[in-house]
Structures are given as structure tokens and as C-alpha cells.
């Protein structure tokens, strides 16, 4: 997903895979956070996941509203596993949300 764009108002999931040495695997822990890198601020604060597998993460309409007036806003998902174990892992994708001119 790194480097999409989306309109603004719009809602998407993105899917979290966990594996370790190719096989599926489920974390003690799982969370996601959503950050505006063009504002600086926490769009969603840390926000609990039920660990699986896989997880399916909505994405809604708040999550890609424009605040500014910018064209655009550049966001980052955070999802991290494992919190405070030694085996905590986080991985970021980015997203661009493009503001619609009519509204």
C-alpha cells in the first residue's frame, strides 16, 4: 500500500499478515495507531487489536478526513505486535489522502 492515495471521506481496510519463517503465526498482542505526517498530530491513538494470523484493520471516513488546506495529507498506519515483549515488532505503511476541491 506504501505510496497510495485516496480521496478524502473515504474508508479502505488494510490486512495485517503475521509470520515468522514463512508460517502464520499469532502475536501475544496486536494495535494500530494512525498519524497525519503533514500535521504532525494523532489522527488514532494506539487502539487495541485482537491478535490472529491475519487482521483486517477498517479504515473510516474520520481516519481520512482533510484538516488543513492542503491539497493533500500524508498519513501513516502503525501496527505493532507484541508490546513491551522482547519480540515487539512494528511495521508503517504511508497513504496520501487527496482533498475532493467541491467540498
Do not use: C
Request: no cysteine.
Amino acid at each position: 500500500m506504501r505510496g497510495s492515495e485516496v480521496p478524502e471521506g473515504s474508508s479502505f481496510d488494510v490486512t495485517a499478515y503475521f509470520r515468522t519463517n514463512g508460517a502464520g503465526t499469532t502475536p501475544t498482542t496486536a494495535r494500530y495507531r494512525i498519524d497525519n505526517l503533514t500535521t504532525g498530530g494523532n489522527d488514532r491513538a494506539w487502539t487495541d487489536l485482537t491478535p490472529a494470523e491475519s487482521i483486517t484493520i477498517p479504515i473510516t471516513p474520520d481516519d481520512t478526513a482533510v484538516t488543513v488546506n492542503d491539497r493533500k495529507e500524508h498519513k501513516q498506519i502503525t501496527v505493532e505486535v507484541n508490546t513491551d515483549l522482547d519480540t515487539q515488532v512494528r511495521q508503517q505503511i504511508d497513504f496520501t489522502v487527496n482533498r475532493i476541491s467541491a467540498f
